[in-house]
């Protein structure tokens, strides 16, 4: 009896959190910074699904391989716990919660882990940032890096400019413009420098 409570409370505990994330607001680059645990450049290694034993919902691991680590303490690899929204015949518990595709690369701000290893990225899925390599090698960021999402309200006026810089040079190299992707080199040492400068 005891142990089917916990289990209730531990649920919905869970789901009382994710119904609060699901209306996500939008947060600015600063922000995502700010709020975030761990920030890394990561390629998604393997995905394990199971039940977690503490709540006995649905949970998938998904581990990383740590391309580049920018904020927080980083090993060459990083294990995230998510509630599985992606099980074939159970409804999905936190909508938005993003799904990391095998092979795929993205700048990922992580939110630290719950007192259960529960994690997400700051703001769910505006917190992952893809990486695109071009067939020519050119490496971008692709998001919302509009006046209006990411830029949107920065108190330090120098991360709007350098992104923007950024995006005026992919264009350059043949990326569409339209402030939705940046440089690869140049987002990421503005990230190193928010770090340091925080």
């Known amino acids: 009896m005891l142990k089917t409570s916990l289990t209730m409370l531990c649920a919905l505990a869970i789901l009382t959190v994710s ?10 680059l600063e922000e995502m910074v700010d709020g975030a645990d761990r920030i890394f450049v990561g390629r998604a290694l393997t995905i394990r ?35 599985a929204s992606d099980v074939p015949g159970q409804v999905s518990v936190i909508p938005g919660t993003p799904f990391f595709p095998i092979g795929k690369e993205y700048v990922l701000f992580l939110h630290k882990d719950s007192s259960i290893g529960f994690t997400n990225p700051v703001g769910l899925f505006q917190g992952r ?22 830029l949107s309200g920065l108190q330090r006026s120098w ?40």
């Open 19 to 28: 119904a609060h994330a699901a209306t996500v607001v939008p947060v600015n």
């Open 129 to 150: 940032l893809p990486v695109v390599t071009e067939r020519d090698g050119t490496r971008t960021v692709v998001g919302p890096f509009t006046s209006s999402r990411l």
């Open 49 to 83: 699904r199971s039940t977690d034993p503490v709540s006995h919902l649905p949970v998938r691991y998904t581990t990383f391989d740590v391309i580049r680590a920018i904020k927080g303490d980083l090993g060459a690899t990083v294990t995230i716990k998510q509630l």
């Open 159 to 198: 991360i709007k400019s350098s992104v923007l810089g950024a995006t005026r040079r992919a264009a350059t190299l043949g990326v569409p413009a339209g402030g939705r992707e940046v440089d690869y080199g140049q987002f990421v040492d503005v990230l190193d420098r928010m770090v340091q400068t925080r």
